[in-house]
């Protein structure tokens, strides 16, 4: 196996986000202005709009984010526009067999509904390189475009990587729909003596969308 060293780039300074509904009732007895009427159109698309936001779990902002002021594992260097959610969990997971100890990422939404995430997933023990590679193996026969088919995924060789001075095993999946790009993804594995992590980055917004800005996230991970 080839090996590619990877180094990360040094850690930036960290915001955090926090998230508060805010629910505002109005009532009136009369709309006898249209003033009135004007204010109350423009209350109810905002909910519609509010609710479509909160029901995809996704929060947006719109200055540069870095890894979250908070101990434990981190992704120091987040493009700007996600924001950071303590309670996401993966709806696919590296390991399916695992049960993980616990999840964490941040997620950027743009108004066509273009979504990327990066996700850090923690596992118990040190899992074995072959387990990785079987992992990967299976999701691959599992979810992998068949020959001929201009939909699904494609899976890239797994690569050895440095992150955070640790071998790690990364690979790319790019998704194809109708024969078009529609995503990147770049997930790397990285065993630590007790843990390990699975960090995955999924670009699905066009801007994020760069293998290098990808691969320069991950890399940025930090387990403390």
């Not at 026969?141 to 899976?155: A, C, I, M, T, V």
Request: hydrophobic share 35%; glycine share 6%; with cysteine.
């Amino acid at each position: 196996m080839s090996r590619t060293r990877i180094s990360a780039p040094p850690a930036q300074a960290t915001h955090r986000t926090s998230h508060a509904q805010v629910t505002r009732r109005t009532s009136h007895a009369r709309a006898t202005h249209h003033s009135s009427r004007t204010r109350a159109t423009h209350h109810s698309s905002r909910t519609i709009a509010m609710t479509a936001f909160a029901a995809l779990g996704l929060a947006l902002v719109s200055a540069a984010c870095s890894g979250p002021d908070r101990p434990g594992p981190n992704v120091q260097d987040v493009p700007k526009g996600f924001a950071f959610d303590a309670n996401a969990s993966a709806a696919r997971k590296v390991f399916l067999d695992a049960q993980p100890l616990d999840q964490s990422g941040w997620f950027a939404m743009n108004s066509r509904d273009d979504h990327s995430s990066i996700m850090i997933t923690t596992y118990a023990g040190q899992i074995p390189e072959d387990a990785i590679y079987a992992a990967r193996a299976a999701h691959e026969q599992r979810w992998g475009r068949k020959p001929g088919s201009p939909s699904g995924l494609d899976y890239g060789p797994v690569e050895e990587v440095e992150i955070d001075g640790h071998d790690a095993f990364a690979w790319e999946i790019r998704q194809f729909y109708k024969g078009d790009l529609s995503s990147i993804d770049w997930v790397a594995v990285v065993p630590y003596e007790d843990e390990t992590y699975s960090v995955e980055f999924h670009a699905g917004m066009e801007e994020h969308m760069d293998p290098d800005l990808i691969r320069k996230t991950v890399v940025s991970f930090e387990a403390d």
